[in-house]
Structure formats: structure tokens, C-alpha cells
């Protein structure tokens, strides 16, 4: 059965970090794309970030390009988001998944994913 675990969300001030972890199970972790992606009521599902785990490839949302940064560790079946310098504009919840064998131009998509995990809150206060 493939799990998705988020975890890391919190509560911040302007300005300050949040690392968001997603621990994958049940499938072979090299050959999936992972999403993060966040939600504010009201409001779609939009991209943060993917990664690629066959080549490494990584895609960003303008809003967080050198703010955020995606990375994996393989060892751990992890997908971290570092989120630095955080904004207000920035609370939403968060959520990862995942999926096989995704072309990259689906990657930003929610509806090409499959596997989900549950949310986890992100809260940025100025």
C-alpha cells in the first residue's frame, strides 16, 4: 500500500523557516515524482514544488523560487521542502504526493497524482 507522511507544518512569524517532510512507503521510491502542494480555503489546490526521483529534475512555483527548496533523501524515502523566508501569503495547508513515472509537464498538476497524504498546516503571521 503506498503511504504519503507530511509532516513539519507549524505556526511562524514573517520571515522565519519551516521544514516540511514527506516520508513515502510502498513503492519504489526512484522511480516517483513527488508534489508539494497547498490549499487555502476557498481557493484550488496549487503547485509548490515537484521532484523527479529518476533524474533529479525540480520545478518551483515563481512565488517561493529562492525561497523554497525541494530535495530528497533516498536512505530515508523523504522528500523535504525547506521553506525559508516566509511570507504571510505563504499559510495554507500543505500537502505532498506522489505518483510513477509522471511526464514533467504533468507534474504541476494535482489531478495526475494518486497518492495523497494528509495536510499539514503552515501558519505565517506578520
Known amino acids: 500500500e503506498v503511504q504519503l507522511q507530511a509532516s513539519g507544518g507549524g505556526s511562524v512569524q514573517a520571515g522565519g523557516s519551516l521544514r516540511l517532510s514527506c516520508e513515502a512507503s510502498?513503492?519504489?521510491?526512484?522511480?516517483?515524482?513527488i508534489g508539494w502542494f497547498r490549499q487555502v480555503p476557498g481557493k484550488e489546490r496549487q503547485i509548490v514544488s515537484c521532484i523527479s526521483r529518476s533524474d533529479g529534475y525540480t520545478d518551483y512555483v515563481d512565488s517561493v523560487k529562492g525561497r523554497f527548496t525541494i530535495s530528497s533523501d533516498n536512505a530515508k524515502h523523504t522528500v523535504y521542502l525547506q521553506m525559508n523566508s516566509l511570507k504571510p501569503e505563504d499559510t495554507a495547508v500543505y500537502y505532498c504526493?506522489?505518483?510513477?513515472?509522471?511526464?514533467?509537464?504533468?507534474?504541476?498538476?494535482?489531478?495526475?497524482?494518486?497518492?495523497w497524504g494528509e495536510g499539514t498546516q503552515v501558519t505565517v503571521s506578520s
Open positions: 504526493a506522489g505518483d510513477q513515472n509522471l511526464i514533467v509537464s504533468s507534474m504541476t498538476t494535482p489531478s495526475a497524482y494518486d497518492y
Open positions: 510502498g513503492f519504489t521510491f526512484d522511480d516517483y515524482a
